[in-house]
């Protein structure tokens, strides 16, 4: 299996980013995530660019998370504290860029691909797409502040318990009735509908948008509590060794609460 690619392409005041590893349904290695970085330069780079669209190659996933197997070589809840602060540069560089940021999700949306989801400003979807957390079924870790916070804005506190406590995928309907997507979309009609968002977006005014987006994201960020302690808690644990394992192993984990 290959390392996947993030592809940049664009056109007219359009960009596009293209998540390209479907033989693992897009799961992002740390290749890709650096690629993703280099993408978000470009844009904040680009003159006249008006609208940024994200998507998943192969049409059945958005990003099915990140590849597991890179975890293996963690020793410490340090590592998984440097790892998140990694990931929130990457996760964050999304969220600030100074043009609008188009979702298009088909299929899965998972882990790391929710976080990417949620960066992005707006978010459709093709009915059969799915949204989920599912670590503490899988992993035994945990999430950034950042990005508990991002699920807790699309979603609200109560799916966003239910996803990351029962380790359950949300469906499209459920992500649509609360709000975290824009609107589902048939896959008939999924470019066309790119388009049409685009189109709209690249005539609306771009400082308004600009600030629009900053001020936002100022108030959803404001005053949140450091929350090393809870990475360390979780990635330094016998559970997320265990986890991690078992996932690579493809059997099912038997959780110790150490």
């Known amino acids: 299996m290959t390392d996947g690619e993030v592809r940049y392409s664009r056109a007219g005041e359009i960009a596009t980013v293209t998540f390209d590893r479907p033989a693992a349904r897009n799961a992002m290695t740390w290749r890709m995530y650096e690629q993703l970085g280099d993408a978000c330069v470009r844009i904040r780079g680009e003159d006249g660019l008006r609208v940024a669209v994200f998507r998943g190659a192969g049409g059945k996933a958005f990003i099915a998370g990140t590849d597991i ?152 960020h404001a005053g949140l509590p450091d929350g090393d302690d809870l990475v360390r808690a979780c990635y330094g644990s016998d559970d997320f060794r265990i986890g991690v394992k078992a996932f690579v192993e493809k059997r099912t984990p038997a959780w110790t609460g150490r």
């Not at 599912?134 to 609200?156: E, Q």
């Not at 406590?165 to 896959?187: H, K, M, R, T, Y």
Request: aromatic content about 6%; some cysteine.
């Open 69 to 220: 197997a890179q975890f293996q070589s963690f020793g410490s809840g340090e590592d998984g504290i440097a790892y998140e602060a990694k990931m929130e540069n990457y996760i964050g560089d999304v969220e600030a860029l100074p043009v609008p940021t188009l979702a298009v999700i088909e299929g899965f949306a998972i882990g790391g691909g929710l976080a990417i989801a949620a960066a992005c400003d707006l978010r459709i979807a093709t009915p059969d797409s799915r949204f989920g957390v599912p670590i503490a079924r899988t992993l035994g870790n945990c999430l950034s502040i950042a990005n508990y916070a991002r699920l807790v804005a699309g979603l609200g506190a109560s799916r966003a318990k239910r996803m990351l406590l029962l380790a359950e995928n949300l469906a499209a309907e459920e992500a649509l009735a609360g709000g975290f997507l824009s609107e589902i979309v048939a896959v008939a009609d999924l470019d066309r509908r790119v388009a049409e968002l685009s189109a709209r977006l690249a005539q609306h005014a771009p400082l308004t948008m600009r600030v629009s987006k900053e001020a936002i994201g100022r108030i959803l």
